[in-house]
């Protein structure tokens, strides 16, 4: 099956910095990968997604690309802000039609400082 | 967002007392899904389902069962509570490539 790896937190960064939080999976053919977000005292909030290969998600400022040959899906942003302050979550899934099952990496946890 | 409500949101329940968290919603969507989360495994899929009374294991079923018999209610249940339960447990729903999280609701077991 499916497992995600990610990288651990917290990952704390200064207003306006560059971030990148790294995310690797193993998967059985090609799955389609996901991030994330869950502010405090919330559910998660889809972020981005990415189904093929070479393709790249974005939102909000967010960046990110389904790398095949290294299995990578590393977040990025070129600069945070205090509002970014959130955990993390990769995701990977063997799209079924219409159904998804999920499977997560544990979360990074990003504090962002003024 | 998406129609989804959780009740209760926070319990206190003793060990070897039933459980039954609720998930409600308006989107008239096919799939739902209960999760758990806990430090240092992310999210875990406990069941799912794909239709009316149409349900499936997910990888953590143990100790905890589902029940769909309207569209819109996807019920967990726990039969006999354990200290191990206690989690924040998330429902979530889909009808194609995107789920959406309902609020969650911390469980404890003392």
């Known amino acids: 099956g499916n497992s995600v790896t990610q990288m651990e937190g917290p990952v704390t960064l200064s207003e306006e910095a560059f971030l990148t939080i790294n995310c690797t999976y193993t998967?059985?053919?090609?799955?389609?990968l996901f991030w994330y977000v869950q502010y405090p005292g919330e559910g998660l909030q889809l972020l981005l997604k990415?189904?093929?290969?070479?393709d790249k998600g974005s939102n909000k400022g967010f960046e990110a690309t389904y790398r095949k040959e290294t299995t990578s899906f590393h977040l990025e942003k070129g600069s945070v802000q205090v509002s970014d302050s959130a955990v993390y979550f990769c995701a990977a899934s063997r799209v079924y039609t219409g159904f998804q099952k999920l499977v997560f990496g544990t979360g990074t946890r990003l504090l962002v400082s003024p | 967002d998406a129609g989804i409500t959780q009740s209760p949101r926070h319990k206190v329940t003793e060990t070897g007392t039933p459980v039954t968290l609720r998930c409600h919603q308006t989107?008239?969507?096919?799939?739902m899904y209960w999760y758990r989360q806990d430090p240092g495994h992310g999210l875990r899929l406990i069941h799912y389902?794909?239709?009316?009374?149409?349900?499936d294991k997910g990888e953590v079923s143990d100790g905890y069962s589902v029940s769909r018999s309207k569209t819109e209610d996807f019920l967990l249940t726990l039969e006999s509570a354990t200290s191990s339960q206690t989690s924040v447990y998330f429902c979530?729903?889909?009808?194609?490539?995107?789920?959406?999280f309902g609020p969650g609701t911390r469980l404890t077991v003392t």
């Open positions: 998967a059985t053919g090609y799955p389609s």
């Open positions: 990415a189904t093929k290969a070479d």
């Open positions: 389902s794909y239709g009316v009374k149409d349900t």
């Open positions: 979530a729903i889909s009808d194609t490539y995107e789920q959406y």
């Open positions: 989107e008239n969507h096919r799939y």
